[in-house]
């Protein structure tokens, strides 16, 4: 069993910037892949940014450029900090950690970006 514990987020203003964190506990495996995920009203649950445990990142079209995903390996803990944020960028922000067939999921973590 993992938990996941998200902090960070909140509400800015367009143009700003948020960070979150993910900190994992529990039965983790030194492979794994921690990562971002979000979904806003209405849509459906959708690829922020992932990273790997080796250091393979993958990004949404929609983060190129803005968001950089990070973690810390000693700390079982994943980063996202996002720069430029946009109005579209409103969502609940969930972390998700897979290992082998193991997937878990954080309980989110709101970021509202006001116009």
């Known amino acids: 069993q993992v938990r996941l514990v998200e902090s960070g987020g909140g509400l800015v203003q367009a143009g700003g910037s948020l960070g979150l964190s993910c900190a994992a506990s529990g039965s983790i495996f030194s492979i794994n892949t921690m990562g971002w995920y979000r979904q806003a009203p209405g849509k459906q649950r959708e690829l922020v940014a992932t990273?790997?445990?080796?250091?393979?990142?993958n990004y949404a079209d929609s983060a190129k450029g803005r968001f950089t995903i990070s973690r810390d390996n000693a700390k079982n803990t994943v980063y996202l900090r996002m720069n430029s944020l946009k109005p579209e960028d409103t969502a609940v922000y969930y972390c998700?950690?897979?290992?082998?067939?193991?997937?878990?999921w954080g309980q989110g973590a709101q970021v509202t970006v006001s116009s």
């Open positions: 990273l790997s445990s080796g250091g393979r990142t």
């Open positions: 998700r950690y897979t290992s082998w067939s193991s997937e878990y």
